[in-house]
């Protein structure tokens, strides 16, 4: 049998552990009783330092109530009497320089009456000097950033545990932050009491001021529960929630403390006689401000109740409703001016029967005609004869105007539409006019009146008339007709079948020209027989009846006309008077032109008979070479050149212009348009 080896002889046998489950169970619950215990203690105390912050705020305003009480109904004179006197207490214990120089005054004053006068005066203004120097001083430390408390602190601490004053090192780290110099502090401890006096007194009396800056922050930071979270509204805004009302009266009085707190203890005499008033004074102001507001909110909130409730009878009975709404309110007068005003926002907006002037002024009438019983079982009355038109002062006149404001405003929308839907035809006509091709005249002309009918401007589309077919001919019309005037070959017959436009603008220049070549010595039809008889010279007898109806005889005699024409034009642009010279001068010039027929560049050459020789030349009659087309040297005209006789001659043998070319292909489009509009 062994045995215990030594290490184990002392320590015996140990004890085989099971997991024990009851105990496990057992410890959760008392840890879990631990935990709500706690939780019931904090909640305890949270409770009871809420209850003690009302008690305190309670107690405070009792005694802020007693002591308002008691400095209003305290004579002023008397209240300033106390104070000279505690602040005469103060200065006698002053510092011994000042207590010196009293005493040695007050031994001077005691030679003489007006030496003790003069002692007085002196004393008296030394006294007012450290006042004022304390007021100034406070005014300094108010732009440091230092409370009345924190002054005083540095004042009255022991300058031996300077050194090691935690809260010392804090206002002194402050005033130097701000920017104030290292005497600052030295200047709060040795002031003597008449300065400090000034001091605290400035301070105090300022206090108010910032106290009344800070309210509006206070209204409108974040609520807070007793443990510090946020409710999430501001205590403005909680101000008009009854729910709150115990928080709202919390938090106001720890701003109120803390706010106290800066400037001294609740016992402090200076914060009693200066800062409490100053507080109380803000405080009732505010409470005015928010009973006045509180009671316009009411009043606000009545009326929009009793303009649902107007409403709400009026859109399920109609005027019968509102006659019951006003018969059974107690308010008779203030109920019809109700019903009154409501109908007439009505109007205004819109609302009042289905928004038409019609229905509303159907409204207006059967509201006139509502009968209104005075007496209980006598007779009625309109609405209209006791409050409208009947009465002394008509209360349904601002409805009657919103109404017919209404139909105004409609009529004008109407107007405006309509406007809008015109000048929408305008523009629609406009743009699609001016995409067509080949524009007839007649369709502008029928748009335009139109528009004109229903009152639109057509200044747009009068533009168009000239991008017409017609208005395209007549431009090119008026081109072609302007050269023949500033070459003088303007007569009355290219004025026939032109349009109306380029007759009128044209004719008094025919008529001016045919009036100034009729003052010439020679007629013109002298002047026409002399060109025919040298055309007819420069043609043999024989070739001129051909050429004559091959039509190249023609179109030179009335080209040679022209020229003659043209010639005259010109001489009298550049002459002063009339001359016969000129007449002279026109027939040279053009009879020296046939008289050269036979060279090839004159305008009149002749193409001769092919001669016995074969030499070149005509295998015909003789003809005059540029007026015959297909010659070599034919020159196609610009335009018109048909001369009188031509005319006759086309007129009775119309197949004459299929054997040659008499207008220019120009000319030729133009004449084929107004075939197409049927003008001659």
Same mark, same amino acid.
């Given at each position: 049998m062994s045995k215990f080896k030594g290490y184990a002889q002392s320590t015996g046998f140990k004890n085989i552990q099971i997991p024990d489950t009851s105990k496990r169970i057992l410890d959760e619950g008392n840890l879990t009783l631990t935990r709500m215990k706690e939780v019931f203690r904090i909640e305890q105390e949270n409770a009871e330092t809420y209850i003690r912050a009302l008690q305190d705020k309670?107690?405070?305003?009792?005694?802020?109530?007693?002591?308002?009480?008691?400095?209003?109904?305290?004579?002023?004179?008397?209240?300033?009497?106390?104070?000279?006197?505690?602040?005469?207490? @103060?200065?006698d214990n002053a510092n011994i320089k000042t207590q010196q120089v009293k005493q040695t005054f007050d031994a001077l004053a005691s030679l003489a009456p007006i030496a003790a006068e003069t002692s007085k005066k002196i004393s008296q203004k030394i006294y007012d000097s450290q006042v004022k120097s304390g007021e100034l001083f406070a005014a300094e430390l108010s732009m440091y950033g230092i409370s009345m408390a924190e002054a005083e602190y540095v004042k009255n601490m022991d300058r031996a545990f300077i050194a090691?004053?935690?809260?010392?090192?804090?206002?002194?780290?402050?005033?130097?932050?701000?920017?104030?110099?290292?005497?600052? @502090?030295?200047? @709060?401890?040795?002031?003597?009491? *008449?300065?400090?006096?000034?001091?605290?007194?400035?301070?105090?009396?300022?206090?108010?001021?910032?106290?009344?800056?800070?309210?509006?922050?206070?209204?409108?930071?974040?609520?807070?529960?007793v443990d510090g979270t946020s409710v999430g509204i501001s205590l403005g805004e909680a101000r008009l929630i009854k729910q709150y009302d115990n928080l709202v009266v919390a938090q106001d009085a720890r701003n109120k403390s803390r706010f106290i707190s800066d400037y001294g203890g609740a016992d402090d005499k200076f914060v009693k006689a200066y800062l409490y008033p100053a507080?109380?004074?803000?405080?009732?102001h505010e409470a005015r401000q928010r009973g006045a507001q509180r009671a316009k909110q009411l009043k606000d909130e009545r009326n929009i109740q009793e303009t649902q409730d107007i409403a709400t009878a009026f859109k399920h009975r109609g005027v019968p409703g509102l006659m019951d709404y006003m018969a059974n309110h107690p308010l008779k007068k203030k109920a019809r001016q109700g019903v009154i005003s409501t109908l007439t926002q009505m109007a205004k907006s819109g609302t009042l029967g289905d928004g038409t002037p019609d229905s509303q002024l159907t409204v207006l009438r059967?509201?006139?005609?509502?009968?209104?019983?005075?007496?209980?079982?006598?007779?009625?009355?309109?609405?209209?004869?006791?409050?409208?038109?009947?009465?002394?002062?008509?209360?349904?006149?601002?409805?009657?105007?919103?109404?017919?404001d209404k139909y105004k405003s409609e009529v004008r929308d109407i107007s405006f539409l309509q406007k809008q839907h015109i000048q929408k035809q305008s523009d629609d006509s406009y743009k699609y006019l001016q995409s067509v091709d080949q524009l007839p005249r007649q369709v502008?002309?029928?748009?335009?009146?139109?528009?004109?009918?229903?009152?639109?401007?057509? *200044?747009?589309?009068?533009?168009?008339? *000239?991008?017409?077919?017609?208005?395209?001919?007549?431009?090119?019309?008026?081109?072609?007709?302007?050269?023949?005037?500033?070459?003088?070959?303007?007569? *009355?017959?290219?004025?026939?079948?032109?349009?109306?436009?380029?007759?009128?603008?044209?004719?008094?220049?025919?008529?001016a020209w045919e009036a100034q070549l009729g003052e010439l010595p020679i007629p013109d039809k002298d002047i026409r027989a002399t060109f025919r008889d040298q055309l007819m010279g420069a043609l043999n007898e024989q070739s001129y009846e051909k050429a004559k109806g091959d039509g190249t005889f023609n179109l030179a005699l009335a080209d040679a006309h022209n020229m003659y024409k043209a010639f005259l034009k010109e001489e009298f642009q550049q002459a002063t008077g009339l001359s016969p010279d000129i007449q002279r001068k026109a027939l040279d010039y053009v009879s020296g032109h046939i008289r050269n027929y036979e060279n090839p560049t004159s305008k009149f050459y002749v193409r001769p008979q092919l001669g016995d020789d074969n030499t070149e030349g005509s295998k015909g009659p003789a003809y005059f070479a540029k007026y015959r087309q297909g010659d070599s040297l034919y020159e196609e005209p610009d335009a018109v050149i048909i001369g009188s006789d031509e005319r006759l001659k086309l007129t009775n043998n119309p197949e004459l212009l299929q054997k040659g070319k008499y207008i220019s292909d120009s000319f030729l489009g133009l004449i084929k348009q107004k075939i197409k509009r049927g003008q001659p």
């Open positions: 309670y107690r405070m305003e009792g005694e802020q109530r007693d002591k308002v009480f008691k400095l209003e109904t305290e004579n002023l004179g008397a209240v300033r009497s106390a104070m000279v006197r505690n602040a005469q207490t @103060i200065n090691n004053d935690s809260k010392y090192k804090a206002i002194e780290d402050k005033l130097l932050a701000s920017g104030a110099g290292n005497n600052v @502090i030295e200047r @709060i401890r040795s002031m003597n009491s *008449s300065t400090f006096y000034g001091l605290k007194k400035t301070m105090l009396v300022n206090a108010g001021d910032q106290y009344a800056e800070l309210l509006p922050q206070w209204e409108a930071a974040d609520l807070r529960n507080i109380e004074s803000v405080d009732r059967a509201l006139r005609r509502a009968q209104v019983y005075l007496n209980p079982g006598g007779p009625g009355k309109s609405f209209d004869d006791l409050y409208g038109k009947g009465s002394k002062l008509d209360e349904l006149a601002e409805l009657e105007d919103a109404i017919k502008v002309m029928e748009t335009i009146e139109k528009l004109k009918r229903v009152g639109a401007d057509t *200044s747009r589309h009068a533009s168009l008339l *000239s991008t017409t077919v017609e208005g395209q001919m007549e431009q090119a019309e008026a081109v072609w007709l302007q050269g023949l005037a500033d070459a003088g070959e303007l007569q *009355s017959q290219h004025l026939q079948g032109v349009f109306g436009i380029n007759r009128k603008k044209f004719q008094p220049m025919v008529d």
